[in-house]
């Protein structure tokens, strides 16, 4: 089955350490993005990535940072930058060119103590 | 930068039909799609609207006018299971890369 898969479910840090989440798709996806979603808001885009190697900055990349080694691969750190980290994490992936449709991972609910 | 509206909540009644509005302002607009999340859950793409006009799925149908910035999600015969949050996001052009940017989402509750 192809998909995009995030893991943890649910991960709990304390204030003041880094973590990264973990973002994997087998759809053969050139573009990948990362969203922040707080409770009742809509989608805030993070990074995104349209290939290998290169990532732009979204609306709210401060405290954020991506890397894009793999084409499967597009894993988000959290550090301790981010004011307010707390807050649903979703991954997704689109054909190139193809913004419009995305695929989402189930997403990572983060909190931090 | 891109901005979209939409009504924060909305009720109807199973079997009824439901309109959600959406009305965008956007650099570079390509066009609008329309995405369903249940709570917890991920969101799940509903439908694109590239061209002005309506594109029917199934029981929903996506609406499209450039020259009003506006479009909507219809919902017929609706269903219990339709209870979730329906974000447009507008696709456009930003910094010379493709870009989606999300509206804050409408809560659509189905009451019996």
């Known amino acids: 089955d192809g998909g995009i898969t995030q893991s943890p479910k649910y991960l709990f840090r304390k204030e003041g350490q880094n973590v990264t989440l973990s973002c994997e798709q087998n759809?053969?996806?050139?573009?990948m993005y990362w969203y922040r979603q707080d409770p009742g808001q809509g989608l805030r885009l993070i990074y995104y990535?349209?290939?290998?190697?290169?990532?732009q900055k979204g609306d709210i990349a401060e405290g954020y940072s991506v890397s894009r080694e793999k084409k499967e691969s597009f894993p988000l750190t959290v550090t301790s930058a981010q004011k307010n980290p707390t807050a649903f994490y979703l991954c997704?992936?689109?054909?190139?060119?193809?913004?419009?449709?995305?695929?989402f991972g189930p997403g990572t609910r983060l909190t931090v103590l | 930068g891109q901005s979209l509206e939409q009504p924060s909540e909305v009720t109807a009644v199973e079997g009824a039909i439901v309109q959600i509005n959406c009305t965008y302002q956007?650099?570079?607009?390509?066009?609008l799609s329309w995405y369903q999340q249940h709570d917890g859950g991920a969101p799940t793409f509903l439908s694109y609207?590239?061209?002005?006009g309506l594109e029917e799925t199934g029981r929903f149908s996506s609406f499209l006018s450039r020259s009003d910035s506006y479009g909507y999600l219809l919902l017929q015969e609706l269903q219990m299971k339709d209870s979730a949050s329906y974000f447009c996001?507008?696709?456009?052009?930003?910094?010379?890369?493709?870009?989606?940017?999300f509206g804050t989402g409408t809560k659509l509750q189905v009451i019996p």
């Open positions: 997704a992936s689109s054909m190139t060119g193809r913004t419009d449709t995305q695929y």
């Open positions: 759809l053969n996806h050139d573009a």
């Open positions: 990535s349209q290939i290998v190697n290169d990532f």
């Open positions: 956007t650099s570079g607009f390509y066009g």
């Open positions: 609207n590239g061209l002005d």
């Open positions: 996001a507008g696709r456009g052009i930003s910094g010379g890369y493709q870009k989606v940017t």
